[in-house]
């Protein structure tokens, strides 16, 4: 009997970006007794189902851009005789749906470390339950993943979870409405051991995989002690305090270690923070800018980040405390009219971030604009060979719409070409080799620069935006011919003897604030 973990995708690359770290927190939940699961990682390489022999169980991790090959791969495998078992954000909230279309046997919902192997002992016993609420987890029983089962030299950055949970509540988000609004914090020393196993094991670059690395804000700390009951402003410190807490762990790390993370733009504003992330090796955040003007952050219920002059000021004050910005903006919005895109591509140039994504708004189930959008169909809505719109992720790739929302002023295909054209002009080779003097110093690291910003073009953009088939394919396979060189790029030497202590608690202690005119080399 062989328990499988899969991960499915509809494109390979031969090579992965970030390790899918669900995979390895699931094998750690996956009981001794059982043996260790054998891991598949479809972004790497296509699952080849003929494997699946009766009695298997087979766990398929799903979020809405990849359930419908993970279906297909649940249907293989029930077909041959395994037990099937559905989880992740879709599956969580559309269990039936898993059920009916996937081959469930049964399906878990919420975070998986408890629910997992509950589910799986049933299956073994040949009597799973329909349904397994795995529900919200505390921090600190978040487990390690198990990176003793990580393939040899397939991953570019390895992955760490910090905390679980988003207090904001962007419209085109499910994480708050599916992590939750309170966030969740894993134990200093949890992190710290599993960043050590990590660096042991050759990875030098790191992602922080969590919801928002900056939970509590200034802002938030101000309203909090406008309040007659202290209780939570009191929380609120407390929170923030297990932040630098934290980060005063990973500063100890050796100085060549490269962290990566998603934080809120409001983070601008906190340069004892800024310092703080500076210090404990963080180098780079997503920030999701989204929109460069204040109707467009309107949309999106996200009008706590700036607009403007104000936006390019914002970002910017990323780079001068030593961050690079992965900056995430969307098209496609209400208020977006063609003059919309040229300015976004002036702000991320402006603000100098140092990567960009462009994405299409996209109603994604589990987000506010998803239920409007939804409602806004009727009860008879629009369908692709036979599959209606509002279940878009069931409609076959190939023919899957890249624009979903109708938009007041422009058409599907405007709102797309638009958008590859803002891709191409950012990802062009002079901009690049134009930003990377920013970024790095030496020629080598230049040109690890131009390559690494061109396979995240290819990875993200045209295996996205394309409509056709044949340039989907075409991108996948440079993606893949591309990805062999920059993975060494990241590669780090194993240091199997590291140990690091954390330093002794100062709660009096104020972090000290340091000047950094230039953000520091990425590679
Ligand atoms: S987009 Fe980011 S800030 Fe907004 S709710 Fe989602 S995780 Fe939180």
Redesign the pocket.
Known sequence: MTVYLVNPSHVSFGIGVITPRWLYVLAAATPAAVGAPCLIDETLERFDTAAIAAGDVVGIGIHTGNALRGYEIGTAARAAGAYVVYGGIHASLYPDEARQLGSAHTVVTGDGERAWPEALRDCMAGAPRDHYAGGRIEGETFLAGRWDLLPAGRYMWASVQTVRG?P???S??S??RTDGQRPRSRHVDQVLDEVVELRRRGFRFIALAD??FYPVTLSDLRMAARRKDPSQLERLEAIRAERFELMEALAQLPADTVFFT?I?MEAAEDPEFLDAMHRAHIRGALV?VEAVTPEGLKDVY?DFNESGEALVTRLQAFRRHGLHVLGSFIFGLPSDRASTFDATLSVAQRAGVTFAQFVMLTPFPGTLDFAAWEKSLGTEPPSIGGVPLSRHWLIPQANRPKVYMEHPVMAPDEIRNRTQAVWDRFYSLSSIWSRSKGAVSSLRGRLAFVLISKIYRQMYANTGIATDSARVNRSAQWARLMAIPCRRLFAGRPMPDLTVTRPARQPSARPIEIQHPQAPDLV
Do not use: Y
């Open positions: 988003c904001k509540h962007c085109f988000c994480v708050w919801d928002n998603q809120t999701g996200k």
